[in-house]
């Protein structure tokens, strides 16, 4: 099983690079949103750039993983749907989606230091909660893109339905990042080891469930 | 009509009669809504104007005592009836009562009658060190001095007053809306399992239910909150996480009335069903425990709603209240099916 799933990780990433158009223009979206903000407030500290970076994040989330699905051809869906199991065709995905959202994040987040001249005051902190809210972004979305293939609006519905899911998550990631920008911020030591239990304990549940609806979401 | 499959309507009907009755006609217990004056001195006397809630303190004489930390009581030497919610009293301070600091201790403002029983204003009165050199030594009494009364009558309780009768509306239809929310997944289980579109009807028919009730639970605590925080919409967690819940429901109807194929729509809306039951309960049970600052109680530190704030008068309306909105709530949920399956035949012979 394991074996397959890292064919399937390294099939999905060769796809990547030769499509790797989706993921720079992404990345292009990136950069000129951050610019405009930036140029916009001035500066980029604080409140303000974990507010943008947690925002843009989403959006970035939604269009990266949200519409993987709808964009694969028919006759690739097809080829995948008799090649493999759909269990640990989702595995494959949901890591490699974690892996493209984690450096489009990483290189926003050095873009806004970069523009803010500033740096994360506890970095270490700052992605553990990144890497784990990215992990529960990546399993609502592609759970929730897998189900909009099959309405007629599926772009709308995308941000629709993942939006409401997505905030427990991006509330969580929120609270850490602001910890870890200004300890001041945390009123009992052990606040932020919950706040990253809780995200973890979300995440595991989110990826459980994921995985076990997408075979049956996958059938038609 | 089958009385013995119907016995739960005409239940959720009698407790939904009893809820309303019971839960607007029972009075409040007595209790004290303000009071002149928060300062007194040893060895001086304490003059007070006191507003009863409640109470009806010329039908039998009225005594006044300060509850002090050690359970000892000290009674008025005069008090002056005004009127059924108004009285006024001096209690004299022992001269040679123990202050151990200079914040002085916090006694405790106790009324009693015969009619009334005794209700109290706990820790409002702070006896400081006087200096006048009067020797007054007034008698002590114990708590088994004072008249109770048994009546069946809700607590009365600061900042809430009167509404703490929403408990039985805004409390009870949150947890009606649970218990409807599970059925309704139960039945999203039992459609993936069994395929049965049935189910997938009923499970979407509940789900409406319990947006009405989530949207009816909102209002009432919209209200509350305008009544005991002072805005119809605060920055509470619960409050927002709860309009954050509403709105994932809401997308479960747009995600329905997208989808046209029936077996799809029933599978995929299935699916999100269950999803999202699993991210209702992180933001309204996990999340708001969490933080630091919510207003609700039970979270954030405040003390749960159980033990004192829900005795036994609150409880005996209370799970009736629940028990009534979820029969009703089902009934409600058994019509829209009904509906469907009917419109769904017509469209069947229709084309």
């Known amino acids: 099983m394991l074996g397959r799933i890292l064919h399937i990780i390294k099939r999905d990433i060769t796809v990547e690079l030769r499509e790797r158009f989706t993921f720079l223009s992404n990345l292009l979206y990136l950069v000129a949103i951050t610019f405009v903000v930036y140029k916009i407030f001035g500066t980029l500290e604080g409140p303000t750039k974990m507010g943008l970076f947690w925002v843009l994040m989403v959006f970035t989330a939604i269009n990266m993983v949200g519409y993987s699905f709808s964009q694969m051809s028919q006759s690739r869906k097809l080829n995948h749907y008799q090649l493999y199991d759909p269990a640990e065709l989702m595995i494959g995905k949901l890591l490699v989606n974690t892996l493209k959202l984690f450096v489009a994040g990483f290189i926003l987040i050095s873009l806004q230091n970069l523009l803010g001249n500033t740096s994360l005051k506890q970095p270490v902190l700052f992605f553990k909660a990144y890497a784990l809210a990215v992990i529960g972004l990546v399993s609502v979305i592609t759970l929730v893109s897998s189900i909009s293939v099959y309405s007629r609006s599926q772009n709308g519905l995308v941000s629709i339905l993942s939006l409401p899911l997505l905030i427990p998550i991006l509330l969580l990631g929120m609270n850490i990042s602001l910890i870890s920008e ?39 | 009509m089958n009385i013995k499959d ?12 009893y809820t309303l009755i019971a839960g607007i006609l029972i009075p409040l217990k007595p209790g004290v809504l303000e009071f002149s004056n928060s300062r ?9 104007d006191i507003e009863t809630y409640n109470t009806y303190l010329t039908i039998a004489p009225t ?16 008090t002056n009836v005004i009127d059924n919610n108004h009285i006024s009293a001096s209690i004299p301070i022992p001269h040679d009562l123990e202050i151990p600091t200079d914040r002085g201790i916090a006694a405790t403002i106790v009324i009693d009658n015969a009619s009334d029983g005794f209700f109290i204003y706990p820790d409002g009165v702070r006896i400081k060190k006087g200096d006048s050199k009067n020797t007054l030594s007034p ?11 048994k009546d069946f009558k809700f607590p009365f309780r600061g900042v809430v007053f009167e509404t703490i009768r929403n408990t039985f509306f805004h409390v009870a239809i949150w947890m009606s809306m649970f218990i409807i929310l599970i059925v309704s997944c139960f039945h999203s289980i039992m459609y993936l399992i069994k395929k049965d579109l049935n189910h997938d009807s009923r499970s979407a028919a509940l789900t409406t239910v319990a947006l009405v009730f989530g949207i009816a639970g909102l209002l009432t605590g919209s209200m509350w909150a305008k009544f005991t925080w002072g805005a119809f919409w605060t920055d509470d967690v619960k409050l927002n996480m709860t309009a954050i ?40 049970m996990v999340i708001p425990r969490l933080s630091e600052d919510s207003l609700h109680p039970g979270n954030g530190g405040n003390p749960a709603f159980s033990g004192e704030d829900l005795d036994n008068t609150l409880r005996a309306v ?12 089902f009934w409600m949920a058994q019509l829209i099916y009904r509906y469907d399956i009917l419109k769904n035949n017509f469209l069947d012979k229709e084309y």
């Open chain 2, 63 to 78: 005594n006044v005592w300060l509850l002090l930390p050690d359970d000892k009581l000290i009674k008025a030497d005069r």
């Open chain 2, 40 to 48: 007194a001195l040893t060895g001086s006397i304490y003059e007070v």
């Open chain 2, 139 to 149: 008698e002590y009494y114990s708590i088994s001095d004072l008249k109770s009364v």
């Open chain 2, 318 to 329: 209370f799970y009736p209240a629940i028990i009534a909105y979820a029969l009703i709530g």
């Open chain 1, 182 to 220: 200004n300890p001041d911020r945390m009123l009992l030591g052990a606040t932020v080891n919950n706040y990253l239990l809780m995200l973890l304990g979300i995440d595991v549940v989110l990826v459980v469930l994921t995985i076990i609806f997408i075979p049956i979401i996958w059938k038609s």
């Open chain 2, 6 to 17: 119907n016995w739960w309507k005409i239940l959720g009907v009698v407790f939904m009669l």
């Open chain 2, 245 to 284: 819940a509403l709105l994932i429901y809401f997308a479960y109807w747009i995600l329905r009335a997208s989808i046209e194929d029936v077996d799809s729509r029933a599978r995929l809306s299935s699916v999100f069903n269950l999803f999202s039951f699993v991210c209702l309960m992180i933001l309204v």
